[in-house]
């Protein structure tokens, strides 16, 4: 299945000079969906993941369809202040200032195999970032995943773990 073609190109979004890709067109096709999330499955299932993260807010459309999927518990990361009890932070850099993301603090036990998912990867960032906070709570991450990558942006650089995605944009 064509997954670019159930994915939308909003020009000038959030700010000018952005190309956003969309998947809201891709979740509103159930046969797209579903071929997603399977495909998703066959490419994150040799990681042996015990849970799967999802990355605020579209890394939960991703992740929590497929952790059903696949049998296996969902975790969140949010920003800061976001989520409820006790949290473990991470701080990391952005082009300009800083951004902080959260895990809540017994989420995952030390040694857990995690794969962390989200929509899209970019400059990888926001991945990394993730990644880092996971082992800090001395989780095992063992690969992320994404449905679009942005490979002409380089995020799969900055990741020393195995990278799926199913769609690349070149340009």
Excluded: N
């Excluded at 895990?103 to 990394?128: C, E, H, N, S, Y």
């Amino acid at each position: 299945m064509d997954l670019k073609a159930h994915i939308r190109k909003v020009p000038d979004f959030p700010k000018p000079g952005i190309l956003f890709y969309d998947i809201s067109t891709l979740l509103m096709h159930p046969a797209a969906w579903r071929h997603t999330v399977e495909a998703l499955g066959a490419a994150i299932r040799p990681h042996e993941p015990d849970l799967l993260v999802g990355i605020e807010s579209r890394g939960f459309l991703t992740a929590a369809p497929l952790a059903l999927h696949l049998g296996l518990g969902f975790i969140m990361v949010r920003k800061k202040g976001k989520l409820p009890g006790a949290t473990t932070s991470y701080t990391y850099d952005l082009e300009y200032g800083t951004d902080t993301l959260e895990i809540q603090a017994d989420a995952v036990k030390p040694g857990q195999r995690v794969v962390v998912l989200d929509d899209l990867l970019a400059t990888g960032g926001t991945m990394r970032a993730t990644v880092d906070l996971l082992r800090k709570q001395d989780a095992k991450v063992s690969g992320v995943g994404c449905v679009i990558e942005l490979s002409f942006l380089g995020g799969r650089k900055l990741l020393d773990v195995p990278v799926a995605s199913l769609v690349s944009y070149d340009s």
